[in-house]
Each structure stands twice: as structure tokens, then as C-alpha cells.
């Protein structure tokens, strides 16, 4: 973080600052260092130990500002609501911005201070400052004088000395790394019961607190780009409702239209159109707005924790600041990994079927005449194909959709409005034929002239819902024996390199000759042991690299996969044999990667050596796909390797915001056996990002 960006908060004016950063929340008293003084909520909201005691219902408290409910119990407050003595500089800051000149002598408590003792945090007024400059251990204490401190945006000369709870005469300048502590200590605790010698590790507070605000200030950018998306997903919601409202106005001129061509006799049936479409463009905009607000709230929380981060970054005090950056890190990685939604729940997806509306009027107006409405929510559109597709053949496929909450997303009978294109490898697009085998489900079939990618797209009018690419094989390939199905979900926004697989087991390809056909295992995903920031579909035939909601969630944290950020295939190879499978991966870049960044990792490794690292390359008997950011290269590229052993170096991708890779990845291992003495530990296929 710049300096210009820490000191942002402190550029707010005295009122604004003690508004936000020096009142309780509930009761909006200064805070002080006695009853009123301030406890930090987990979202990093302050609110004064008066009202933290009066508000605790049943184990939690409400932050009266984002309304998020918090675990507190009153015996143990310190764990999860931790005094927040950075305050009290904030406070002193504030009292010299806002009149230098009324801030009263710290040592005689009689006159108006002119000078501030750096080392001592003390307002010294000139007969005090007098003394100060003639005691041997102040003499040399820097004074700042209040007029020129007036005009800082730095905190540096406001660091209250922080004394030892356990030995009251000691400054807390040390901190103890041990697990069980992981505090600031003095020189006594350091002696008697922080010893090295006790296995405890002492550190100065400068020094770790100098880590650790690295650490905030990496989570810090991480929020500030989650927040940057949560107000993008916003303005998309605002676009919606703007489309549903111009499509509200659009269906109402259609309606008015061919009503008024009907006259007298259809001027019922007008009536009951419009209550329709007011009733479907409220339903949307009522969603809409409900989801828009949320988002609001979403940005408001992030908002207030960057600047209450922000803020706290800015300070010198590093006990103080120590006291409070685990709630402040929890705070922050807890914005930066919460999941959200980020499509509209609702679109515009609706209109005003007049076809036939002349003919036989009085007969046919409520068949023929009706407000049609479809709510497909793209993250949930699922393309199912049951077989191999194959150049000149017709191809079938499957595609479920529903809305945002998995409901069935359209009538039945109201599929006009929706389109299915396929767009070969030339560019060429071809119309499916779509027809509905259910509310929930589409069957889209056409044949291809030619072999290689082609592009699926479900749309509703002009709004893609949906969008697959199918690999076409050409005459006369083998075909082999295909088991499970091949799914592939509606494109969504992604952040970050993501990476999404589907194990699929087709024949193999290549150069090598076979003299008998390889087994081909239906491989799906371990649901239940998948590290709890991935996701697994029900069927285990989708691994993506963020969590979602779902009955996954519900498996211990404990049972999962703790270093290895992937999951495991339920597909152990437990007899010697010749084995093939393929997996089809989707990443897209969202910002260039550094260093050498993992984009994701497809092996097999003996079962004991999972999760004992970050990835399973370089483990002994392994053979590893890597993708990631290669530095020389500047690229991501693919680094193929056997135990610690590099194969194979190929680049994938460039290092650029918006490149994309759709590939497919095959493994054919002729040699996997089990044998001996590992006999008990079997290599399993594994996925990671």
C-alpha cells in the first residue's frame, strides 16, 4: 500500500474522524480508557465496552452498523472482541487537528500545552517542557511543537507507550510468536515466562508488527478488488433493471399495438395483458432491487472495514496495532474469500406473444395472447452431451436451466423467445432445434459438417444464458466407449486465474500404439475431503476453484484437504494396467500473474503424498501437469514432470487480463502398477487450481 493510501483516512476532518472512529456505534459516546472504552466487532465496526455488555444476547451481538451477528461471550470477551487502544492516539490526533491551542498540559494538568513529548506521548505546556528538557532520562525526547503538528497527516508523533497488563511498569515493546501466546510481551515476560528457552520466540513488536501490516495491506488490495467487483456486479444489477424497465416499456407498445387493432372486442384482454407484465416487471425490479441492495450492503461493509484497515495501517503503535490485527486479517480474509452472486437474478427476459391475435379474435384471445416471462440465471445453465460427437452425425444436447433459486425458469410453452446457435470453427452459425422436455430441461440437436471446436450458445431474445464448446470429432475416429456424461456450465464472471475441470474418459490420441484397448475410469471428485475454498458438483464431475453454497459445506473443515487446495478423485489405480483419462480445463486471466503463480495442477500421486504439500509435483513416484506463471517466459505455461524430473515445457497462455484457455488434458499411463511394498498406499488422480 502507498503512502498516499494509508494516510487516506487520516486526510478526514476531526469531525469526520471522531464520527467514525472515535464514537460507539450504539450509545455515540467518546470513547475513553475506562467503562466506554472501545471493543472491536469482528467486522470491524467499534462499539464501547458499556454497550457490549448491555447488547450480548444469548452468546452474540449485533453490530448496530451492518447488522452481521457475532459470537461473544462475556467470559472470554478479549478472544473474539479485543480492546482497541489504538484509540486513544486517534484520539490525541484528533484533539491537536481540531484546536491545537485548548489541549491542556499533560504534567501540570494547569496550563495549555504548546509541545508533545514523542517518546513520552505526553502535552507538555513550557514550564513542564522546562523540566522535561532538564531530567537527564527526558532530556533528549523529542518535542514537536502542536502548531506544526497541526498540519501532519502522520501519526508517528502519537504513540501512547503500551504497558504490561502483568507487570504494570513495563512497556510492551516485545512479542512472543509462540503458538499458545502470539501477544506483545515486556523485558519482565520475556525473563520469567516468555523464556527461549521454553521453546517460547521473542521478536520486537516493530518487527512483527512490520510483517503483519504486510500481511493486511496484501489482503487489504485483495478486499479493495473484491469490493471493485461487488460495485461492477452492482452496476450490472442497475443495468438489468434498467433493461426490464425498457423492455416493460417495449412489451406495453407491442400490447397497445395489436390491441388497439382489435378494438372494442379485445380491450379486456388488453387490460389483463398489462396487469400481467406489471405483475412480471415488478416481480423482477423487486428482486432486482432486493439483490441490489444486498450488494450495497456488501460494499458498504467492505468500504467501512478498508477504512477502518486503512486507518490502522496508519499507526506506529505497534502494540496497539498487534492487539487488533488478527480481527482486522480475520476481517479481511473473510471479505476477500465471502462468496456472492455476481449475475442479475432477474433479466428482461420477457414480452407480449401476439401471433394469430386477428384470426378468430373472440375464440383464440386468452390462447394466443399472454405475457411470456423466462428467469435463466447463467451459473446454473448445465450442458449435458450423452454421447460422443462426431462429424455428419446428429448431435443432442441436453441443457438444464432454472433460475437463481434452481426453480424451473420458464413455462413449458413459452420457448419462442429462446434460440440456439452453434458456431462452427470458420465462424459460421448454424440454428439448432430446440425443443423443451421439460420446464427445466431443452434438448438442442443439429448436425455437424465439420470436425473440431463449436461454440453452443442458448439465448433469450439477444441475452446469452448459456454457452458450451463442443469438440466435434471427424469421421471416422474411434469412438471407443464413453461413460458418465460431459457437462460444462454457463460461463460466468471469474476472478483471478480460475480454472474449471470435468474429468471425461474418451479414447486416447497420440502416437502411441496400443495393442489393446486402455481402461477408461469414470473418474469423479471426492465432495466430502475437497479443500473448503473449491467446489465440487453434486455429481462430482466438476471441479471449480471457489467454494459455493451447498451440502458440502456442512463436512467438517477437518475431514478436507488442509494444504492441498484441490480434491481428490474417487478413482484409486489398485492393480497394474494401462489407463487413460482426459480432462477438460477452463481458465481465464482477470488481472496478470506474478511470480509463479499456480493456475492449477492435474496428477497422480501415491495416496499418502496428498496434501503433505501445495501441490503434488516433485513427490516421489509422481506424475504431475502443471500450469502456472513462468517468469522467464512471462507467460503461464505447462510443465509436465515425473517425480523432480521437468518432461515437458509448453506455453499455454499469455500473461495478459482476458486471455482464456479452453484444453483438453489427457494422461495415458501404460506402467501404473501396484506391487510390493505399496501395495497399502494407492496413487489416486487428483485436481488442484
Same mark, same amino acid.
Given at each position: 500500500?502507498?503512502?498516499?493510501?494509508?494516510?487516506? !483516512?487520516?486526510?478526514?476532518?476531526?469531525?469526520?474522524?471522531?464520527?467514525? =472512529?472515535?464514537?460507539?456505534?450504539?450509545?455515540?459516546?467518546?470513547?475513553?480508557?475506562?467503562?466506554?472504552?472501545?471493543?472491536?466487532?469482528?467486522?470491524?465496526?467499534?462499539?464501547?465496552?458499556?454497550?457490549?455488555?448491555?447488547?450480548?444476547?444469548?452468546?452474540?451481538?449485533?453490530?448496530?452498523?451492518?447488522?452481521?451477528?457475532?459470537?461473544?461471550?462475556?467470559?472470554?470477551?478479549?478472544?473474539?472482541?479485543?480492546?482497541?487502544?489504538?484509540?486513544?492516539?486517534?484520539?490525541?490526533?484528533?484533539?491537536?487537528?481540531?484546536?491545537?491551542?485548548?489541549?491542556?498540559?499533560?504534567?501540570?494538568?494547569?496550563?495549555?500545552?504548546?509541545?508533545?513529548?514523542?517518546?513520552?506521548?505526553?502535552?507538555?505546556?513550557?514550564?513542564?517542557?522546562?523540566?522535561?528538557?532538564?531530567?537527564?532520562?527526558?532530556?533528549?525526547?523529542?518535542?514537536?511543537?502542536?502548531?506544526?503538528?497541526?498540519?501532519?497527516?502522520?501519526?508517528? #508523533?502519537?504513540?501512547?507507550?503500551?504497558?504490561?497488563?502483568?507487570?504494570?511498569?513495563?512497556?510492551?515493546?516485545?512479542?512472543?510468536?509462540?503458538?499458545?501466546?502470539?501477544?506483545?510481551?515486556?523485558?519482565?515476560?520475556?525473563?520469567?515466562?516468555?523464556?527461549?528457552?521454553?521453546?517460547?520466540?521473542?521478536?520486537?513488536?516493530?518487527?512483527?508488527?512490520?510483517?503483519?501490516?504486510?500481511?493486511?495491506?496484501?489482503?487489504?488490495?485483495?478486499?479493495?478488488?473484491?469490493?471493485?467487483?461487488?460495485? #461492477?456486479?452492482?452496476?450490472?444489477?442497475?443495468?438489468?433493471?434498467?433493461?426490464?424497465?425498457?423492455?416493460?416499456?417495449?412489451?406495453?407498445?407491442?400490447?397497445?399495438?395489436?390491441?388497439?387493432?382489435?378494438?372494442?372486442?379485445?380491450?379486456?384482454?388488453?387490460?389483463?395483458?398489462?396487469?400481467?407484465?406489471?405483475?412480471?416487471?415488478?416481480?423482477?425490479?423487486?428482486?432486482?432491487?432486493?439483490?441490489?441492495?444486498?450488494?450495497?450492503?456488501?460494499?458498504?461493509?467492505?468500504?467501512?472495514?478498508?477504512?477502518?484497515?486503512?486507518?490502522?495501517?496508519?499507526? !506506529?503503535?505497534? *502494540?496497539? =496495532?498487534?492487539? +487488533?490485527?488478527?480481527?482486522?486479517?480475520?476481517?479481511?480474509?473473510?471479505?476477500?474469500?465471502?462468496?456472492?452472486?455476481?449475475?442479475?437474478?432477474?433479466?428482461?427476459?420477457?414480452?407480449?406473444?401476439?401471433?394469430?391475435?386477428?384470426?378468430?379474435?373472440?375464440?383464440? +384471445?386468452?390462447?394466443?395472447?399472454? +405475457?411470456?416471462?423466462?428467469?435463466?440465471?447463467?451459473?446454473?445453465?448445465?450442458?449435458?452431451?450423452?454421447?460422443? *460427437?462426431?462429424?455428419?452425425?446428429?448431435?443432442?444436447?441436453?441443457?438444464?436451466?432454472?433460475?437463481?433459486?434452481?426453480?424451473?425458469?420458464?413455462?413449458?410453452?413459452?420457448?419462442?423467445? =429462446?434460440?440456439?446457435?452453434?458456431?462452427? *470453427?470458420?465462424?459460421?452459425?448454424?440454428?439448432?432445434?430446440?425443443?423443451?422436455?421439460?420446464?427445466?430441461?431443452?434438448?438442442?440437436?443439429?448436425?455437424?459438417?465439420?470436425?473440431?471446436?463449436?461454440?453452443?450458445?442458448?439465448?433469450?431474445?439477444?441475452?446469452?444464458?448459456?454457452?458450451?464448446?463442443?469438440?466435434?470429432? *471427424?469421421?471416422?475416429?474411434?469412438?471407443?466407449?464413453?461413460?458418465?456424461?460431459?457437462?460444462?456450465?454457463?460461463?460466468?464472471?471469474?476472478?483471478?486465474?480460475?480454472?474449471?475441470?470435468?474429468?471425461?474418459?474418451?479414447?486416447?490420441?497420440?502416437?502411441?500404439?496400443?495393442?489393446?484397448?486402455?481402461?477408461?475410469?469414470?473418474?469423479?471428485?471426492? +465432495?466430502?475431503?475437497?479443500?473448503?475454498?473449491?467446489?465440487?458438483?453434486?455429481?462430482?464431475?466438476?471441479?471449480?476453484?471457489?467454494?459455493?453454497?451447498?451440502?458440502?459445506?456442512?463436512?467438517?473443515?477437518?475431514?478436507?484437504?488442509?494444504?492441498?487446495?484441490?480434491?481428490?478423485?474417487?478413482?484409486?489405480?489398485?492393480?497394474?494396467?494401462?489407463? =487413460?483419462?482426459?480432462?477438460?480445463?477452463?481458465?481465464?486471466?482477470?488481472?496478470?500473474?506474478?511470480?509463479?503463480?499456480?493456475?492449477?495442477?492435474?496428477?497422480?500421486?501415491?495416496?499418502?503424498?496428498?496434501?503433505?504439500?501445495?501441490?503434488?509435483?516433485?513427490?516421489?513416484? #509422481?506424475?504431475?501437469?502443471?500450469?502456472?506463471?513462468? !517468469?522467464?517466459?512471462?507467460?503461464?505455461?505447462?510443465?509436465?514432470?515425473?517425480?523432480?524430473?521437468?518432461?515437458?515445457?509448453?506455453?499455454?497462455?499469455?500473461?495478459? #487480463?482476458?486471455?482464456?484457455?479452453?484444453?483438453?488434458?489427457?494422461?495415458?499411463? !501404460?506402467?501404473?502398477?501396484?506391487?510390493?511394498?505399496?501395495?497399502?498406499?494407492?496413487?489416486?488422480?487428483?485436481?488442484?487450481?
Amino acid at each position: 500500500m502507498g503512502k498516499e493510501e494509508m494516510a487516506g !483516512t487520516l486526510t478526514l476532518s476531526p469531525d469526520e474522524l471522531t464520527t467514525v =472512529f472515535l464514537q460507539c456505534k450504539i450509545c455515540t459516546k467518546i470513547f475513553d480508557d475506562d467503562e466506554n472504552h472501545p471493543r472491536l466487532l469482528p467486522c470491524l465496526h467499534t462499539v464501547c465496552f458499556e454497550c457490549v455488555k448491555s447488547h450480548i444476547n444469548g452468546g452474540k451481538i449485533t453490530c448496530p452498523v451492518c447488522k452481521e451477528d457475532h459470537q461473544a461471550k462475556p467470559d472470554n470477551l478479549n478472544a473474539t472482541l479485543p480492546r482497541d487502544n489504538s484509540r486513544r492516539d486517534l484520539y490525541d490526533f484528533v484533539r491537536v487537528k481540531r484546536a491545537p491551542s485548548a489541549v491542556g498540559c499533560t504534567g501540570c494538568g494547569k496550563n495549555m500545552a504548546e509541545q508533545r513529548c514523542k517518546e513520552c506521548a505526553e502535552f507538555l505546556c513550557k514550564e513542564c517542557e522546562n523540566a522535561h528538557m532538564r531530567v537527564s532520562a527526558t532530556k533528549n525526547h523529542t518535542l514537536i511543537r502542536l502548531d506544526s503538528l497541526k498540519q501532519s497527516t502522520s501519526m508517528s #508523533a502519537f504513540c501512547q507507550p503500551q504497558m504490561c497488563p502483568d507487570h504494570t511498569d513495563k512497556v510492551l515493546e516485545l512479542y512472543c510468536s509462540k503458538e499458545s501466546c502470539m501477544k506483545p510481551v515486556c523485558m519482565m515476560c520475556a525473563i520469567v515466562t516468555c523464556s527461549t528457552n521454553t521453546g517460547h520466540k521473542i521478536n520486537t513488536c516493530g518487527e512483527v508488527a512490520s510483517r503483519q501490516k504486510e500481511h493486511i495491506s496484501s489482503l487489504l488490495e485483495d478486499v479493495r478488488e473484491v469490493g471493485s467487483d461487488v460495485r #461492477a456486479v452492482t452496476d450490472s444489477v442497475s443495468a438489468e433493471i434498467v433493461n426490464v424497465r425498457n423492455q416493460h416499456e417495449g412489451t406495453l407498445a407491442e400490447i397497445d399495438d395489436t390491441f388497439n387493432a382489435l378494438q372494442e372486442i379485445i380491450e379486456r384482454g388488453r387490460q389483463k395483458m398489462k396487469e400481467n407484465v406489471k405483475s412480471v416487471t415488478d416481480k423482477k425490479i423487486g428482486v432486482l432491487e432486493q439483490q441490489k441492495e444486498c450488494l450495497r450492503e456488501h460494499t458498504k461493509r467492505i468500504k467501512d472495514s478498508m477504512d477502518f484497515s486503512e486507518q490502522a495501517l496508519t499507526h !506506529t503503535n505497534a *502494540p496497539a =496495532f498487534l492487539q +487488533i490485527e488478527k480481527t482486522v486479517a480475520d476481517r479481511l480474509d473473510y471479505l476477500k474469500n465471502k462468496t456472492y452472486d455476481r449475475e442479475p437474478y432477474k433479466h428482461a427476459t420477457f414480452g407480449f406473444h401476439r401471433e394469430g391475435l386477428t384470426n378468430d379474435v373472440q375464440k383464440c +384471445i386468452e390462447r394466443s395472447a399472454k +405475457i411470456w416471462t423466462a428467469s435463466v440465471y447463467l451459473p446454473r445453465t448445465k450442458f449435458t452431451i450423452p454421447k460422443e *460427437p462426431m462429424q455428419n452425425e446428429a448431435v443432442s444436447i441436453e441443457i438444464d436451466i432454472s433460475d437463481n433459486r434452481g426453480n424451473a425458469p420458464v413455462n413449458v410453452n413459452d420457448l419462442e423467445a =429462446f434460440t440456439t446457435v452453434a458456431e462452427d *470453427p470458420s465462424g459460421s452459425k448454424t440454428d439448432c432445434r430446440l425443443t423443451a422436455k421439460s420446464d427445466r430441461q431443452l434438448q438442442a440437436s443439429f448436425t455437424p459438417k465439420d470436425a473440431g471446436k463449436f461454440k453452443i450458445e442458448l439465448k433469450i431474445l439477444d441475452k446469452v444464458v448459456g454457452s458450451y464448446v463442443l469438440d466435434v470429432k *471427424p469421421s471416422g475416429f474411434n469412438k471407443g466407449t464413453l461413460r458418465g456424461s460431459t457437462e460444462q456450465k454457463g460461463l460466468g464472471s471469474q476472478r483471478g486465474a480460475q480454472s474449471t475441470r470435468r474429468p471425461v474418459p474418451p479414447p486416447p490420441t497420440g502416437k502411441e500404439q496400443l495393442t489393446h484397448d486402455p481402461e477408461r475410469p469414470d473418474i469423479t471428485f471426492d +465432495i466430502a475431503h475437497a479443500h473448503k475454498d473449491v467446489s465440487v458438483s453434486p455429481d462430482g464431475k466438476m471441479f471449480q476453484n471457489w467454494s459455493t453454497d451447498g451440502a458440502q459445506e456442512m463436512v467438517p473443515n477437518n475431514s478436507r484437504l488442509q494444504r492441498y487446495k484441490g480434491a481428490v478423485g474417487n478413482f484409486g489405480f489398485q492393480h497394474p494396467g494401462t489407463f =487413460f483419462y482426459e480432462m477438460h480445463v477452463d481458465f481465464k486471466v482477470k488481472k496478470p500473474l506474478d511470480k509463479s503463480n499456480l493456475v492449477f495442477e492435474i496428477g497422480i500421486a501415491r495416496k499418502s503424498s496428498i496434501g503433505t504439500k501445495l501441490v503434488v509435483s516433485g513427490e516421489k513416484f #509422481a506424475w504431475s501437469m502443471i500450469a502456472a506463471h513462468h !517468469t522467464e517466459c512471462d507467460a503461464i505455461c505447462l510443465h509436465i514432470a515425473n517425480g523432480s524430473h521437468i518432461l515437458h515445457h509448453q506455453k499455454l497462455a499469455e500473461n495478459k #487480463a482476458g486471455c482464456a484457455l479452453q484444453k483438453n488434458f489427457c494422461l495415458l499411463s !501404460t506402467r501404473i502398477s501396484v506391487a510390493g511394498k505399496y501395495k497399502t498406499e494407492v496413487g489416486n488422480i487428483c485436481c488442484a487450481p
